[in-house]
Structures are given as C-alpha cells and as structure tokens.
C-alpha cells in the first residue's frame, strides 16, 4: 500500500520568513552604511532569499522530520491500530500527536476490556467447577460404597445406582445450561421465528410440569379461560424454554399447596405480556438486582433443598433480550414473586 503524505508547510514558511527578514535588514544596513541603498536590490535579495531558504528548508524537513513521522506510522501500524492504518499519514505535528492520542486512548480500553473479560472467564471456570463438584462427589461417594461392599446388598443396590443416576442427571442439566448460555453469549444462536398460539404453548407447559407440581401440591394454572388463541411471533422453542425455567423455578420455590398462575395481556397495539406469577417465599429487594446474573442463587448453602445451576434465570433474560423484549419481576419476600415478559403479537 502507497502511503499518502500530507504535507506541511508552515514551518519551512515561517523560518524562511524569519531568515530572510534578519539577512534583509542586515543588507539593508550594509547598503545604508556603504551609501549605495537601493530598495530594489533590497527587495530583489529578499525574494531570493525567501525562496532558497523555503525550498532547501522544505526539502531538509521533508528528508528528515518526515522520514521520522512516517516511521512512527509505520510503527504503529505494525500494532495494527486499525483506525491509524486507514488514514494517509499527515506530516503536521498536531494531528499527528492527535491521532497517537487517540491510539493510547484506543489501545488503553482495549486492555480494559480485555482484563474485564479475563476476570469474567476466570469466575465463570471458578463457578462451573464449582456447581460440577457437588453432584460428581455425590455421584462417586454412591459408586465407592456400592463398589465396598454395598452391592452385594439387593435393596442397597438399588437405591443407590438410582441416587447415583439422579446425580448423572444433574450434571447433564448443569452441562446443558452451560452449553446453552456458552451459545446465547457468544451470539451464535439463531432465531427461529414463527407465528404461534402462545395459549397453547402454556397449556403444553404445565402438562409437561403437572407431576412435579403435584408433588408439591402446586397447582398451575391460567389466570381466566382463555377461549380464543393468542397468537405471537418468536422462537417458540426458546419461549418454550423461558415458559419452563420460570414455571420450575415457581415450583422449586414456591410454597406446598401454592399456585403458580399464568396470564396473557395485551400490553400495547403490537405486544403482550405473559406473567407467571406464585404465592412462593419471594424475594429479598436486595437480592432482585443479581437475579439474572450468571450462577447467581440466593440460598448459597451446599445444602440447599433445591438442586439447580443458577443458570435458569440468565438463560430467560438471554433468549427474551434476543428477541429484543423486556422481562420484569416483582416480589415480595414470603409473599410470592411475579416474572414477566413482553412478545410480538402477530397480525
Ligand atoms: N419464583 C421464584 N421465587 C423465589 N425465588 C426465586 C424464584 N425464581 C428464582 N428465584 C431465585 O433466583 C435464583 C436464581 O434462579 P435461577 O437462575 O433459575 O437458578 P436456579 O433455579 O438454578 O437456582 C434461585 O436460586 C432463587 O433463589
Ligand atoms: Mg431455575
């Protein structure tokens, strides 16, 4: 790439002009003193002068100063500032200091964000082992007693290869969360949108949820009938997700013979507003903020009653913010918690 120089010449100008105006007086005094002043010669001399002096000093900064700057440039662009790279180099000191400004500048944030980003990739690494240890000690302290005698015990056996199973299956959920959020975060989960009955889609939510309500008494339920479909635009599969992560988590904290209830309002002329609603222990004010951070869980004990990742919260505000929606929440600590969310009415 030919690199375009833009020239500047003010300073060859100014110390042409200055030369010249010292060498004319001088002159000018010599042909006083020597009684032969002539204001031709003088002017003659001058714009002789001027002009010798402009070239030879244009043409030295050019070959020297000049050189200069462009290896700066160039030295820059070999740490490829991509915002220095598209620019003709500039020979005038201003801009040239501007834009090496701008470069630190640039260059200075750039670090930021990527020590930012370090420290975010450490604490998730931190987190995801931590989350994977509690169900594989499980997991393995089921393996070590059976393989110590324990199998030989028919009833033993049994119980725990299935407790052994149930701590598989929890690692399956964390991976696939993880596997998930990895996808929404990095951008390259797609949309698949489509216009459905979001009625329905509720309805075959709670189906598919009725056995682990009832064994805590939890019923689900709409908040009226609903005789005609509602029809929306979105992913269904991802709303489908959402619609399950919230419904679940009103039942893992929600109280034994509570309600979990579902609503669908129209909002504005082309949106609607889904709200999942429980009568469960709520939440703490201090605690809604964190809420939908990454691994984030209020009840941080090991013991916890209820198993999770902490990812179900972060996953619904990822896929409703890539539908470009809102998600609300409102609760009440033991009195019970209101999550909703905004979708596309279709025409
Ligand atoms: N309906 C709810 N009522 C009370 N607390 C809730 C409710 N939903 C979520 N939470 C709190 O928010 C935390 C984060 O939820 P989530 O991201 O789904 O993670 P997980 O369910 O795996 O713990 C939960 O650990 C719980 O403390
Ligand atoms: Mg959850």
């Known amino acids: 790439m030919k690199k375009v120089i833009k020239k500047s010449y003010k300073f060859a100008i100014k110390t042409a002009f200055y030369i010249t105006l010292v060498i004319s007086v001088l002159i000018a005094a010599v042909l006083l003193v020597s009684n032969v002043f002539h204001v031709g010669i003088v002017l003659g001399f001058s714009a002789f002068c001027y002009i010798t002096s402009f070239l030879i000093i ?6 020297f100063i000049y050189r200069r700057v462009k290896k700066i440039y160039d030295d820059l662009t070999l740490l490829e500032s991509a915002s220095l790279r598209r620019q003709p180099i500039t020979t005038d000191m201003a801009t040239l200091t501007q834009e090496i400004d701008k470069f630190a500048k640039d260059k200075k944030l750039e670090i930021e964000t990527l020590k930012v980003r370090e420290e975010y990739r ?7 082992s931590h989350e994977l240890k509690t169900p594989l000690f499980t997991v393995q302290g089921y393996v070590l007693t059976l393989l110590d005698g324990a199998m030989n015990n028919e009833k033993l056996r049994e119980q725990y290869l299935e407790r052994a199973n149930k701590g598989v ?3 399956i959920y964390i991976v696939q969360d993880l596997d998930m959020i990895t996808k929404l975060e990095v951008g390259d989960l797609s949309l698949n949108i489509e216009t459905f009955d979001i009625v329905e889609l509720v309805a075959s939510v709670f189906d598919l949820l009725e056995m682990k309500s009832a064994k805590k008494k939890i019923t689900l339920t709409f908040d ?7 029809m929306v635009k979105a992913d269904k599969e991802r709303i489908r997700q959402v619609l399950t992560n919230l419904v679940v988590n009103s039942i893992k904290y929600g109280r034994i013979k509570g309600t979990t209830e579902i609503s669908i309002e129209n909002l504005i002329k082309n949106k609607v507003i889904v709200r999942v609603t429980d009568n469960g222990e709520g939440i703490a004010k201090a605690n809604i903020p964190r809420l939908f951070e990454r691994f984030y869980r209020i009840d941080k004990s090991g013991s916890r009653k209820e198993g999770g990742s902490g990812l179900g919260l972060a996953i619904v505000k990822h896929i409703i913010e890539a539908h470009d929606e809102k998600i609300y929440i409102e609760s009440e600590l033991s009195v019970g918690s209101e999550f909703s969310f905004t979708l596309e009415k279709a025409k």
Not at 122 to 128: D, R, S
């Open 58 to 63: 244009q043409y030295r900064v050019e070959r």
């Open 122 to 128: 450490k604490e998730f690494i931190g987190n995801v």
């Open 169 to 171: 299956e929890r690692l």
């Open 224 to 230: 009226m009938f609903y005789a005609d479909p509602i």
